[in-house]
T-cell receptor, first 114, second 114 residues
Framework: NAGVTQTPKFQVLKTGQSMTLQCAQD?????MSWYRQDPGMGLRLIHY???????DQGEVPNGYNVSRSTTEDFPLRLLSAAPSQTSVYFC?????????????FGNGTRLTVT | DQQVKQNSPSLSVQEGRISILNCDYT??????FLWYKKYPAEGPTFLIS?????DKNEDGRFTVFLNKSAKHLSLHIVPSQPGDSAVYFC?????????????FGTGTRLQVTL
């Protein structure tokens, strides 16, 4: 079972460059989300989606865009990277956003912005 | 404003003994709590959860206790094993609504020594 797949695993960007972090899940989950993990901060929600065509902001959405054109994919776009976006990014999905469905996480993308 | 707090960044326990990881929350709307375990270079994986209608949930060596009046929960691991060495995140959410967002604590690094 592939579960939640994130690409790339590592990325180095220069300030001002753009890139897209890819996330795909094969569990037919309706709910998908992006978190960033920073030392001493835990995991913080960036954006989430309750289904194809529907997205909403989380706790730290500034500097990031998302779209959800299919159930399987939920890419995260950085339009103009900043050093403050250096972090480990995790994509997660669950059967439903409400209720007691646990999140399933990918293995993360480690991003460094110089 | 950290709504979910894990005040111990690290914990060291001998193999075979009990590990107790603590978590406090401030948001009274939270009514579902989860523990995730994270190994290096991997995403968090779901470990155990508890609803606010219960005060204890057990799964093998893992037991979560919830004290609603104190807004406190704890994870007990008995007996601790070297493979339990990981970072443990406490998380909370409100079950109401169509898209409940998971709020994470900052994590506790558990080291189980031989």
């Amino acid at each position: 079972n592939a579960g939640v797949t994130q690409t790339p695993k590592f990325q180095v960007l220069k300030t001002g460059q753009s890139m897209t972090l890819q996330c795909a899940q094969d569990m037919n989950h309706e709910y998908m989300s992006w978190y960033r993990q920073d030392p001493g901060m835990g995991l913080r929600l960036i954006h989430y989606s309750v289904g194809a065509g529907i997205t909403d902001q989380g706790e730290v959405p500034n500097g990031y865009n998302v779209s959800r054109s299919t159930t399987e994919d939920f890419p995260l776009r950085l339009l103009s990277a900043a050093p403050s976006q250096t972090s480990v990014y995790f994509c997660a999905s669950s059967y439903q956003g409400g209720g007691n469905s646990p999140l399933h996480f990918g293995n993360g993308t480690r991003l460094t912005v110089t | 404003d950290q709504q979910v707090k894990q005040n111990s960044p690290s914990l060291s326990v001998q193999e075979g003994r009990i590990s107790i990881l603590n978590c406090d929350y401030t948001n009274s709307m939270f009514d579902y709590f989860l523990w995730y375990k994270k190994y290096p270079a991997e995403g968090p994986t779901f470990l155990i959860s508890i609803s606010s209608i219960k005060d204890k949930n057990e799964d093998g060596r893992f037991t979560v206790f919830l004290n609603k009046s104190a807004k406190h929960l704890s994870l007990h691991i008995v007996p601790s094993q070297p493979g339990d060495s990981a970072v443990y995140f406490c998380a909370a959410k409100a079950l109401t609504g169509t898209a409940s967002k998971l709020t994470f604590g900052t994590g506790t690094r558990l080291q189980v020594t031989l």
